[in-house]
């Protein structure tokens, strides 16, 4: 198998999208089985967002049933900001602990791959995190009832906010890995540009919870933010990681040195 | 040449402001409905054209720089960013007088200003990743700009896409000629001065540059004397 993917004739035989999903996948599980082993960012996302959920419980108890649904669409993507940002910041951690991620890019695969990988397994944590939210926020708010009446739709807004939300941040969460970069940078960057989906999901949130028509038309714009931030940060992960090969100035500069 | 035509855009900014301040206050009449307050247009409107401008230069240089290692599109980056800054600032400091004023309230979380506000913490952002983030952030940065840069189609469009307090984008198209007539020389005049400003901060981003080469080089040189000395 690892031949036809990574080996000389992998291209011949399956287009080069398809070798870069079916790369993005097992790098993916790969870090899917060594996050299983030592649980490290699972348990500290889980446990965080039980700290915020018990916060917002004590914080909020006191708030009338009809002001709620205005509250709860905010508890919940503000826990979600908070966990992400907790989450990118882990997520290249073990690749610049080890200095793996060098490794990674010298490695036959598509840059792409990585990118894809590295969000899909952030979003996983983000979305394993938020259910666990939306649960405790059902329980202690008569007004997120909604959340376990229509299960689908909040199935859907929660992976949705969440894909957003990782597809940003993991283009720069690893540009920050590779620069050696101070990660109070990645809170600063992260939180205007996710900005916009949080604030897509949290309109669609409103909605669900107050049962309005125009839910769909809410998600179908976060879905739309979602695929254009896949896009640029797909585009842009290879320059903002590693930059443009420069064998023309490097060459031209060699030449100064011999003369 | 290179060098005087900044200068020149500030003198002929100079000229123009003082006549455009006076254009407005004095010869065009005053909105029946908003009274004085309305005058604040004339400076809220251009200010927020060029405050897009300027965040699409930004992105497209940034994008530039990211494709061809290109200094000069970073020094127009960096240089359009911190712009970007201070015309945002002006918008978001005269949209909020103008709104208080004509919707009894400053900031009403219009999908406009939300858009406006956002470009301008996305700017902000990069600012702080200029100076604050270690080597190799520069193409974090650029990343940053690429993505406020987007932001400014989202900006025009917002008030035809939600439901919105601003008023539409074809109300610049519907002013009478007296107001245009205010509008252009207040236009001119913010936009060379800050096209001045961005020439000036090129400038002064790529003298930045070759002294760290020099530096570099100097560097270089002095580490490897030594080296040639024992050989």
């Known amino acids: ?259 | 040449m290179k060098n005087i035509l900044p200068f020149a855009m500030l003198g002929v900014a100079a000229l123009i402001f003082p006549t455009s301040v006076s254009t407005i206050f004095l010869e065009t009449p005053i909105e029946q409905q908003m009274g004085t307050v309305q005058k604040i247009f004339y400076f809220h409107v251009p200010l927020a054209w060029i405050m897009m401008l300027l965040a699409v230069v930004c992105g497209v240089s940034a994008g530039i720089q990211l494709r061809r290692d290109s200094k000069r599109a970073e020094a127009v980056s960096i240089a359009a960013a911190e712009l970007v800054l201070v015309t945002g600032l002006g918008v978001l400091i005269t949209g909020p007088i103008w709104g208080h004023a004509t919707w009894g309230k400053a900031w009403t979380w219009d999908a406009r200003q939300v858009s406006t506000g956002l470009l301008w913490l996305v700017f902000a952002a990069y600012v702080l990743v200029r100076h604050y983030g270690a080597a190799g952030s520069e193409r974090l940065a650029a990343g940053l700009a690429i993505f406020g840069a987007i932001d400014v189609p989202v900006i025009y469009y917002a008030v035809k896409i939600w439901k919105t307090t601003h008023p539409s984008n074809d109300v610049a198209g519907s002013l009478p000629a007296s107001m245009w007539a205010a509008l252009w020389p207040a236009l001119i005049a913010l936009l060379l001065t800050s096209l001045a400003l961005l020439f000036i901060r090129v400038r002064q981003e790529l003298t930045d540059v070759t002294l760290d080469e020099a530096w570099i080089s100097l560097d270089d040189a002095g580490a490897a004397q030594p080296a040639t000395g024992d050989a």
């Open chain 1, 1 to 259: 198998m690892s031949e036809a993917l990574w080996g000389p004739g992998a291209r011949a035989k399956t287009s080069l999208d398809m070798v870069a999903l079916r790369q993005a996948w097992l790098l993916a599980v790969n870090d899917l089985r060594q996050e299983a082993r030592d649980l490290e960012l699972i348990l500290t996302s889980t446990f965080f967002s039980l700290v915020v959920l018990i916060m917002l419980g004590m914080s909020f108890s006191a708030l009338g049933v009809s002001s709620q649904p205005l509250a709860v669409p905010g508890m919940l993507w503000l826990s979600v900001a908070f966990v992400g940002a907790l989450t990118l910041g882990r997520i290249f951690t073990r690749e610049r602990e080890f200095d793996t991620l060098r490794a990674l890019l010298v490695a036959p695969v598509e840059r792409v791959s990585i990118y894809l990988a590295k969000a899909f397994v952030t979003m996983v944590i983000l979305l394993g995190c938020s259910l666990l939210t939306v649960l405790g926020l059902t329980l202690l708010f008569p007004a997120a009832q909604p959340f376990a009446d229509r299960p689908l739709e909040t199935f859907a807004l929660v992976t949705m906010g969440c894909t957003a939300y990782a597809g940003v941040g993991t283009l720069f969460a690893a540009g920050l890995a590779s620069s050696s970069g101070k990660n109070v940078l990645l809170s600063v960057i992260l939180y205007p540009l996710t900005m916009p989906s949080l604030l897509f999901a949290l309109v669609a949130t409103r909605s669900l919870l107050e049962g309005h028509e125009s839910f769909t038309t809410y998600l179908g714009q976060l879905t739309a933010t979602n695929v254009l931030a896949f896009v640029v940060g797909a585009w842009l992960f290879e320059p903002v990681l590693v930059g443009v090969p420069q064998k023309r100035r490097g060459a031209a500069r060699a030449a100064r040195r011999r003369r």
